[in-house]
């Protein structure tokens, strides 16, 4: 089994629809991420959290919302999608002490998410 | 601000010929520099890091990086290629976050690596 589990991996939606990414990780990790891939543009930071009371924005929030409801959660929301959220969605794991000394992240293997 | 610059799309090599592929970054203060890969419909792989010490840094699957203060550049190498090796590169380095304990990665906009027979 995966260590950092995305569902669902794929999803069609249409313009205005909520839509909710979940990923959970069996590594023990506190820190979890949501990053987006875009073609040419690599990843983008949407939101990251150092533990349940921590999340902060990333460069790119506009339009996104997260929760985490426990250590091992940390799910993404489209409260109303839009076509440009178009795109590749990972979320990523690390702990405190491995990012403080390599900054090594651990990537679940990505929703991909297109609406129309 | 930290960023990081990959100025290649695609780099095209012959299975068994060496391979570079480019990165350049911009930091203040001290480097943090990574290599990941992604595989097709896969989530990125760490490959190697730079933090201090040597500039030649080794890693996974016979991959190195050379780090280059004076050019700020960290360039992904192999000796040999596999056509195995073809695959979505990305470059990264940290960045500080909002408190002095944390940091973020910032990735390049990636470099796909294509290995022919």
């Known amino acids: 089994d995966a260590d950092v589990t995305q569902t669902p991996r794929n999803r069609i939606t249409k313009t205005g629809k909520r839509i909710m990414l979940e990923c959970s990780q069996t590594?023990?990790?506190?820190?979890m991420y949501w990053y987006r891939q875009d073609p040419g543009l690599g990843l983008r930071l949407i939101y990251y959290s150092f533990d349940v009371k921590d999340i902060n924005k990333g460069e790119i929030s506009d339009g996104y919302s997260v929760s985490r409801q426990a250590q091992a959660k940390f799910s993404l929301s489209l409260e109303s999608a839009i076509p440009n959220q178009t795109a590749l969605y990972f979320c990523?794991?690390?702990?405190?002490?491995?990012?403080?000394?390599?900054?090594?992240?651990?990537f679940g293997e990505g929703s991909r998410l297109t609406v129309l | 601000a930290q960023s990081v610059a990959q100025p290649e799309d695609q780099v095209n090599v012959a299975e068994g010929n060496p391979l570079t592929v480019k990165c350049t970054y911009s930091?203040?203060?001290?480097?943090?520099l990574f290599w990941y890969v992604q595989y097709p419909n896969r989530g990125l792989q760490f490959l190697l890091k730079y933090i201090t010490g040597d500039n030649l840094v080794k890693g996974s699957y016979g991959f190195e990086a050379e780090f280059n203060k004076s050019q700020t550049s960290f360039h992904l190498k192999k000796p040999s290629a596999l056509v195995s090796d073809s695959a979505l590169y990305f470059c990264?380095?940290?960045?500080?976050?909002?408190?002095?304990?944390?940091?973020?990665?910032?990735f390049g906009s990636g470099t796909r690596l294509l290995v022919r027979p």
């Open positions: 990523a794991t690390s702990d405190t002490y491995r990012e403080m000394n390599t900054g090594e992240l651990f």
């Open positions: 990264a380095v940290r960045a500080p976050g909002q408190r002095d304990s944390s940091y973020k990665l910032i």
């Open positions: 930091v203040s203060g001290n480097p943090y």
């Open positions: 590594k023990g990790h506190d820190r």
